[in-house]
């Protein structure tokens, strides 16, 4: 992997740490040098202070390059992400950015879908940041309790779909139907993804029922998030249809959808 993808700094300043649920943190990171080169999609891969050898990887959730942040979300679900969710503003943390590969974007006038299921909604963000009115963001979540997001999504212009698995926000039920809908009602350019398998798998069978382009974001463990330990592997096939293994961490998160072998 080439150096110059990430920064070679490794100490960075917290400006702000909002919690936005009970398990859900909002950190926004003071790093010029590392969100002058962020693109939507990528991901940091943070060490927590304490007594961990590994990093945690967390998807970029906003980049703002004149102010020189990153504003990455996520969820306590151990020991490592619940010592992050204890820092505040003005403490540091040790951070390689940014990493990875992330979305090929399109023309901004493009009609986009955007699908973001739980902790797999945040990397949704810098997409309908960028295309704004012409973007459609449809997000999933267990409860209105887990709910995140949505005044962020709102405020960029983006038509806005809230479904919830018990009905207690928004729509009842799964993101494959209002996505059904939008691709009938309009067929878009791009459909964009990121969530658990079993809803990538859905949204990527419907991108492909309708001929449209997709690209989705996997989620798995990793140990280095820079493609030397080898952890993060997935099962992919290339254009004769041979199947390959990539690394999500190196050759991702994002893919085509035709790339990765369901």
């Known amino acids: 992997m080439k150096q110059d993808r990430y920064t070679e ?8 740490m909002v919690q936005l649920t009970e398990a859900a943190w909002s950190m926004v990171i003071e790093c010029p040098e590392a969100a002058a080169k962020a693109q939507p999609g990528q991901f940091v891969n943070l060490l927590p202070d ?28 151990g020991k490592g992400t619940k010592a992050l969710s204890a820092l505040r503003a003005g403490d540091t943390v040790n951070m390689l ?6 979305f090929t974007l399109p023309d901004k006038n493009a009609r986009v879908i955007l699908i ?15 295309s704004g009115k012409n973007a459609v963001v449809i997000t999933g979540f267990r409860s209105a309790d887990a709910a995140i997001l949505q005044a962020d999504f709102e405020e960029t212009g983006a038509k806005t779909i809230l479904c919830t698995d018990d009905g ?3 729509r009842y039920g799964l993101v494959t139907l209002p996505l059904e809908e939008e691709i009938t009602a309009e067929k878009p350019a791009l459909i964009c993804a990121c969530g658990p398998m079993p809803m990538l798998r859905a949204v990527a069978a419907l991108a492909q029922t309708y001929e449209i382009p ?23 096939k290339d254009k004769n249809g041979d199947e390959q293994f990539l690394h999500v961490c190196k050759n991702g998160p994002v893919f ?5 072998v369901w």
């Open 9 to 16: 700094k490794l100490t960075y300043r917290i400006r702000s």
């Open 50 to 77: 304490g007594n961990f050898t590994l990093r945690r990887p967390i998807s970029i959730c906003g980049i703002d390059k004149e102010q020189g942040t990153l504003r990455i979300v996520f969820e306590v679900r």
């Open 97 to 102: 950015a940014p990493l990875g590969h992330g």
């Open 116 to 130: 973001g299921g739980g902790i797999g909604t945040p990397p949704m963000l810098p997409l309908a940041a960028y």
């Open 168 to 170: 207690s926000a928004g």
């Open 214 to 236: 997709c690209q989705v974001s996997l989620e798995e463990r990793m140990g280095c998030g820079i493609g030397a330990c080898l952890v993060c592997a997935c099962r992919t």
């Open 256 to 260: 085509n959808a035709e790339e990765v």
